[in-house]
């Protein structure tokens, strides 16, 4: 293997695995550290510059984070890296005067944005410092989309929303609600510099079955039915709902349900428990308030009687699996099941809608009726029109959104600026040792085997008893110091200096999970395999070193270092370092090969 290259921008950022797996590249440690040292502001404006909506992402992101976190590798639970950035959010001072100003003077580029959700929001929070008139453009009276209307003010408080939404307002933003976009055609017209469309996958998906239009009354679309419950106009529901669908809106239609009448709600799902799309803590939480989930039922028929639903009535499946280990539910012969009910909730998924996009205006579909979008700079076969969050590639989550409108804000400025959009601006790299003394470091190294803290919650009779009460109260600040030092701050990297080894192998000897190893060289998947302890996993790198005075070759598997900081400890030449890295993905405004960059990519 060749000596890895560490001053690869996405080397460290890589093994910050954590950062690595946020879409929005949050730099995770570094916020939750500044939480430990009680600085509550700072640990916001971290996160507000990468993820935008702290409040909001602390109580509801999908969490991508944490299954990677390097917690887990050591204990079942990782770092509530969710849970402490509500932290930030919940204890900060008034941080108003710490954000971006609006510009001084406009730079004349008018940007129409379609859909106020969190993809628009972001695009706009970019923007608007650089002097773009950003203008949105949405069907509801206030901003948010998707976190307004089906987020339940149970998981998500209304005054959370307005704050976080207000920031981005406030930067000079117009917000045009109650004002759908019927014609892309007529907003191109508009002499708009650049048009993004955010409007996400606003239709939900209906189930074509018998009864269907005899008991339509009773039978509710999922995300509709949250809307109007978030707005007011639904405020009860009967005694006996069944919930059809497995994803994070079923979870909430279910618990909304527990909320506004419902006593004997169930959650049905045609996969296993295991295979729904919801996340764990979801399915977790709806359980936690009295609501069974059954698994392996296929609706085939809504009952009624005199126009009125009656119940549903199931077909028991199985999986089966072919020669290719791809999956197919096939019938057991079992009797079919008839659940009654007095209302269903329809939650199998969600669609896009694009009937006021015109098909000869230049935009391209799939065949799946999906706008052709580049991935990288997520515009569409019009050269002014770009797409981000559900509206580009399907429904996903709000800080896939996220990472959407910083992507396409680079793209509109860049393009409005005559730059190639197809070349990304690098990320801002800070490398920094540790090293105070040979043998002395500015953190402790200690890895202590920690749980994981939960989060109280409200009590279960009073959060039922209103649907408004958020159940989550969040870490109190001694928890939250706790919960902050199970984080192992994989931020701080091993570096190996080669010239300064003398090969005692004392780094070897002294690591807990021998991850280090000094040996002959060799192709990868052979060496891999005669390492200290092997490396099966392909997708975190091996750290290798130039050869050696002995011709060996140090060889640190990434995986499973918890940058402890033993081995530079114990190193009696100082070849081990430990250099916390800072990496800053790049926005709007960041044109690549800045020369103030280079400087900082080149400490690594």
């Known amino acids: 293997m060749h000596p890895t290259d560490i001053t690869d921008p996405d080397y460290f950022h890589k ?12 730099p995770v440690p570094e916020y939750i550290r500044l939480i430990a040292a009680g600085r509550y502001g700072d640990a916001y404006m ?37 849970r402490l950035k509500r932290v930030a959010a919940d204890f900060k001072d008034d941080i108003r005067a710490r954000l971006p100003q609006k510009a001084a003077r406009p730079n004349g580029r008018r940007i129409a944005l379609v859909g ?16 773009y008139a950003c203008t949105i453009f949405d069907r509801e009276q206030k901003p948010g989309g998707m976190v307004r209307t089906q987020i339940p003010r149970f998981r998500l408080p209304e005054e959370v929303i307005d704050e976080e939404c207000g920031y981005i307002l406030d930067l000079g933003v117009t917000f045009v609600g109650g004002t759908p976009v019927d014609s892309l055609k007529v907003l191109l017209e508009q002499d708009f510099d650049a048009v993004f469309v955010g409007c996400g996958a606003p239709r939900g998906r209906d189930l074509d079955i018998p009864g269907r239009r005899e008991a339509a009354k009773n039978i509710h679309i999922g995300i509709e039915w949250l809307a109007n419950v978030s707005f007011g106009h639904v405020d ?86 072919d020669t290719r280990g791809r999956r197919k539910l096939v019938p057991t012969g079992a009797p079919d099941q008839h659940f009654p009910c007095d209302d269903v909730l329809v ?53 896939w959104a996220v990472a959407h409108g910083h ?9 409005l600026s005559g730059e190639d959009i197809a070349e990304r601006p690098l990320p801002a790299v800070t490398v920094i040792s540790q090293k105070m003394g040979i043998h002395e470091w500015s953190y402790d190294n200690a890895v202590s085997p920690d749980r994981r803290f939960r989060v109280p919650l409200r009590d279960k009779v009073v959060a039922l008893a209103d649907i408004r009460a958020e159940v989550e109260l969040g870490y109190d600040l001694e928890l939250a110091l706790k919960e902050a030092e199970r984080c192992l701050n994989c931020d701080v990297q091993t570096v190996f200096t080669t010239p300064l080894c003398i090969e005692c192998d004392a780094c070897a000897d002294i690591c807990p999970m021998d991850c ?23 997708d975190q790198d091996l750290y290798v070193s130039a050869p050696l005075k002995t011709t060996r070759v140090m060889v640190k598997d990434e995986d499973v270092c918890l940058h402890c900081g033993l081995c530079a400890e114990r190193c009696p030449t100082g070849a081990w370092d430990m250099r916390k890295t800072l990496i800053e993905t790049t926005h709007a405004g960041s044109p690549a090969g800045h020369p103030c960059r280079q400087p900082r990519r080149s400490a690594a």
């Open 407 to 415: 992507e396409a804000a680079v793209s509109i400025d860049r393009l």
């Open 46 to 82: 971290i996160n507000w510059r990468s993820n935008v909506f702290p409040g909001i992402l602390g109580r509801t992101c999908d969490r991508p984070c944490e299954p990677a976190c390097r917690r887990g590798r050591v204990e079942a639970e990782p770092v509530a890296i969710c």
């Open 116 to 131: 106020g959700g969190p993809a628009s929001l972001t695009v706009a929070r970019d923007l608007a410092p650089l002097g």
């Open 347 to 399: 939650a199998v998924g969600q669609e896009n809608a694009f009937p006021w996009i015109e098909r000869d205006i230049g935009v391209a579909f799939d065949d799946h009726g999906m706008p052709v979008v580049d991935p990288k700079t997520l515009r569409s076969t019009h050269p002014k029109v770009f797409f981000g969050g559900d509206a580009a590639f399907g429904p996903k989550n709000i800080i």
């Open 15 to 26: 093994v910050v695995d954590c950062q690595w797996a946020c879409p929005a590249h949050t």
């Open 516 to 538: 280090i190893t000094f040996t002959a060289n060799g192709d990868e998947d052979e060496l891999r395999t005669r390492l200290r302890a092997p490396a099966p996993n392909p």
């Open 236 to 321: 009860t529901i009967g005694r006996r709902v069944i919930v059809l669908g497995g994803g994070n809106t079923a979870m909430d239609c279910c618990r909304s349900s527990r909320r506004l009448g419902g006593e004997d709600v169930k959650v049905v799902v045609r996969s296993g428990y295991e295979e729904m799309k919801a996340s764990p803590w979801e399915k977790e939480d709806a359980m936690h308030e009295g609501i069974p989930i059954f698994n392996f039922l296929v609706p085939k028929e809504f009952t009624h009687e005199n126009g009125r639903l009656t119940g549903v009535l199931f077909e028991e499946v199985k999986p089966e699996y």
